[in-house]
């Protein structure tokens, strides 16, 4: 598979207003890009597209060779999405909510949580929480890893948390990541696109 | 059922007409008119 | 934009007109000592003009755009209100009031055509519901508002006259036989789903779930009918059918023909205008590129 | 899936109590619209124990996809993937857990307040099992669609209501003959078609689960 991630002319639209309008491009096995863009230029809206969290209205997107439209199933196998939802339960702890994706022993210690492993989410910052979705994605082995603002929220060592993950997984996994920092990320970014107006530029 | 033979009732039998041709028009007249206001 | 895709008025009304023939212009003429039946049987006559009813009423609604000045719509209702006029004068001025009941059984040849037609639109609409879930088209979704409407009216009306009827008959307005219950949790169930599309605003949702509510509850209706039944059969009272002749089914014909034609309009005009709101509320075709520039 | 639904309903227990105080009142309440007449309230007691019971349920029913949508964690899961109609019966499971366990709570309240001793336990026990099974496949359904909406607390009992009469009729029928004693056995006609009710809205169900939940 020589692209990971094949976008093709893909609209979506939300209510009287197109949130993306006919964006193509290609992300190529085991690189990683950079959407940059305004709030609200359709950075979100692309990535839960290819996660398969919504349908596109025109144009489909090919995710491992899969299409989002059709093969779904196989899409949400291959890739994993950190949303600026965090997809957690308040009412359990953070063991529990990670055990419904796998074993949450390692991954916890990973993103440094162990200690608070057994606290119900509720009584998590926003950061931990942020980490702990981290923790979440990483548990799915994707393939195709959809990182949706990493670095929003986190301190500066959950900064370097993520780029630490993101080397890590340079190479085993492609890497679609929307972020504001755009010095940082396009430091190590292999491809970089810019959304503005739900418009490739 | 009854065993008599219902006499008179010719105020339920108008009233059931007049209810349902009353709705029916109605209704039937705010479709035309929201109708028109489209096609214009 | 709606693609209009004209389509001739002409096959509709041919079935409409056989179904007409055969289920009362033929019985009607049998009463001035005409014969036009052709030879064909009664009951072969009673099934074609139904399975003609329904199949052109059917063609109508499913290419509710005959021009986009809704003439069809038009002419239907028109049509409707003649049959309903001419079938209600022949049924409250010329039939014969009926041995036991009097003059109160000419409700059934409005009741009876309102039974059958305001099933018929929710059973439409039941079908558009399963037709927007695998082909996810619009269309289908403002023919499935537009039945259930007209379909809740029907079958509220058709409550409002078993009361009626029930009252001189039955001594009180409401019965808790099978038939009247059902129709009133019917009417539930649909309003329920109603104002379930004015609570939605986003118009896919709408729509999805607006079909998956028709669809449960279209199952429900015939199991809430049969509970009924049961939980009455103590002192169930039914009316038997009986020998009906000419001149008892004259009007119902002529009334049931009437509703359907008006039915069938009503759910036409009713759903472009349902259309209407799903094409304001969903976004315009795309700009070009060009146009996004300038707007910027 | 089931466990993690379960252990969900686990920590909001709390949540169950306030229910079941809610299902109590609600029975204490209906006995004033009667007035103090033992043997009608003895007679109108199962009905009165599935009216509160059918009250109740729509509070556990909204609650339970409370969770759901807070982080949005119902698509966290569909992602994963998950099936919905995995999502589905675990769900309904639960519901009917808590469900049949908040009848079996209330049934106590009901031989206290209106005097209605049961005449056969496993019947009215068995009617609660089924009837709470009934409730919660259209319920969890109907739940998971409202609770995407503003106006979820009026929309679900408004769809939820009216299709849930034969349901609702069968228990009570059958319910009022395990406790007034039913001599020609006509139970057992009604249990038949509180079954066939919960089979063809557990399959149906399940099946139109995706679509609702899916975008």
Redesign the interface.
């Known amino acids: 598979m020589e692209f990971a991630v094949d976008v093709r002319g893909v609209?979506r639209?939300y209510?009287?207003?197109?949130a993306l309008?006919?964006v193509s491009l290609a992300v190529p096995t085991g690189a990683v890009a950079m959407i940059a863009g305004s709030n609200g230029s359709g950075k979100s809206t692309l990535l839960r597209i290819l996660?398969?969290?919504?349908?596109p209205d025109?144009g489909d997107a090919l995710v491992g060779g899969f299409s989002v439209k059709k093969e779904?199933?196989d899409v949400?196998?291959l890739?994993?999405?950190l949303?600026h939802?965090?997809?957690?339960?308040?009412?359990?702890n953070a063991r529990?909510n990670l055990s419904?994706?796998g074993d949450p022993n390692a991954v916890l210690a990973r993103v440094g949580l162990a200690a608070r492993a057994e606290d119900?989410i509720s009584s998590y910052s926003a950061g931990m929480r942020k980490r702990l979705s981290f923790a979440?994605v990483l548990l799915?082995q994707p393939k195709v890893v959809l990182l949706d603002e990493p670095y929003g929220q986190l301190d500066p060592e959950g900064f370097r948390l993520v780029d630490e993950v993101v080397s890590e997984l340079r190479g085993k996994a492609t890497i679609v990541m929307a972020t504001h920092q755009v010095e940082r990320v396009g430091k190590f970014a292999d491809v970089k696109f810019e959304l503005?107006?739900g418009?490739l530029r | 059922m009854n065993t008599g033979v219902v006499t008179g009732g010719w105020s339920y039998v108008w009233a059931a007409y007049s209810l349902t041709a009353g709705a029916l028009f109605l209704y039937g007249v705010s479709l035309f008119v929201r109708v028109r206001r489209i096609v214009q | 934009m709606i693609v209009m895709r004209e389509r001739s008025i002409v096959p509709g009304i041919v079935l409409l007109l056989l179904a007409a023939w055969f289920g009362f212009a033929v019985a009607l003429a049998n009463h001035y000592g005409l014969d036009v039946s052709f030879g064909i049987s009664t009951g072969l006559q009673a099934a074609i003009a139904a399975i003609a009813g329904i199949v052109g009423a059917v063609y109508f609604l499913v290419s509710d755009n005959l021009g986009p000045s809704l003439k069809a719509a038009r002419l239907l209702v028109v049509l409707g209100i003649a049959c309903f006029l001419l079938g209600s004068w022949y049924g409250l001025f010329v039939a014969p009031p009926e041995k036991f009941m009097g003059q109160v059984q000419r409700i059934m040849y409005v009741h009876v055509p309102t039974a059958w037609n305001g099933l018929l639109a929710i059973t439409f609409g039941f079908v558009c519901a399963c037709v927007f879930l695998f082909k996810s088209d619009w269309k289908w979704d403002a023919r499935l508002e537009a039945s259930i409407e007209v379909g809740v009216l029907l079958s509220f009306l058709l409550c409002c006259q078993g009361a009626i009827w029930a009252k001189p008959t039955w001594g009180v307005w409401w019965d808790w036989d099978p038939r009247l219950t059902t129709t009133a949790v019917l009417v539930f169930a649909f309003l329920g789903i109603l104002a379930l599309r004015r609570f939605v605003?986003?118009p896919l949702r709408r729509a999805v779930w607006s079909s998956v509510a028709t669809i449960i509850a279209y199952v429900d209706v015939p199991i809430v009918y049969f509970s009924v039944k049961w939980w009455n059969s103590l002192h169930q009272q039914q009316s038997s059918p009986q020998t009906v002749s000419s001149q008892f089914y004259l009007p119902l014909r002529m009334n049931a023909f009437g509703v359907l034609f008006i039915m069938t309009g009503f759910i036409m005009l009713r759903s472009r205008i349902a259309r209407e709101r799903v094409e304001q509320?969903?976004?315009?075709p795309?700009?070009r590129?060009v146009e996004?520039q300038e707007a910027? | 899936?089931l466990r993690?639904e379960l252990?969900?309903q686990w920590?909001?227990r709390a949540q169950f109590m306030a229910v079941f105080v809610f299902g109590a009142a609600s029975l204490l309440l209906f006995s004033f619209a009667i007035g103090p007449n033992s043997v009608a309230l003895r007679t109108f007691s199962a009905g009165f124990l599935w009216l509160g019971l059918l009250l109740s349920s729509t509070l556990t029913l909204s609650e339970s996809f409370h969770?759901e949508m807070?982080?949005?964690?119902l698509?966290?899961?569909?992602?994963?993937?998950t099936s919905p109609q995995a999502i589905y019966y675990a769900k309904t499971i639960a519901n009917w857990l808590q469900l049949a366990l908040l009848g079996i709570a209330l049934v106590p309240v009901m031989v206290v307040l209106y005097d209605a001793g049961p005449q056969s336990i496993g019947r009215l026990l068995l009617v609660i099992l089924l009837g709470s099974a009934g409730l919660s496949a259209p319920g969890t359904l109907y739940a998971g669609m409202t609770a995407q909406l503003r106006a979820k607390q009026t929309l679900l009992p408004l769809l939820f209501f009216p299709l849930i009469v034969p349901a609702l009729l069968a228990s009570v029928k059958a319910t009022s003959l395990a406790v007034l004693g039913d001599p020609m056995d006509q139970g057992r006609s009604w249990i038949t078609l509180l079954s066939a009710f919960v089979a063809i809205y557990w399959s149906l169900c399940g099946l139109l689960f995706g679509r609702v939940i899916e975008?």
Do not use: H
């Open positions: 609209s639209r209510g009287r207003r197109w309008a006919e996660a398969t969290a919504i349908r025109l779904r199933e949400r196998r890739t994993a999405l949303s939802y965090s997809y957690l339960y308040e009412a359990l529990e419904l994706f119900p979440r799915q503005a107006q418009r | 605003e986003d509320e969903l976004a315009p795309l700009p590129a996004m910027v | 899936m993690k252990l969900l920590r909001t969770a807070e982080n949005r964690a698509e966290g899961l569909l992602l994963i993937p975008e």
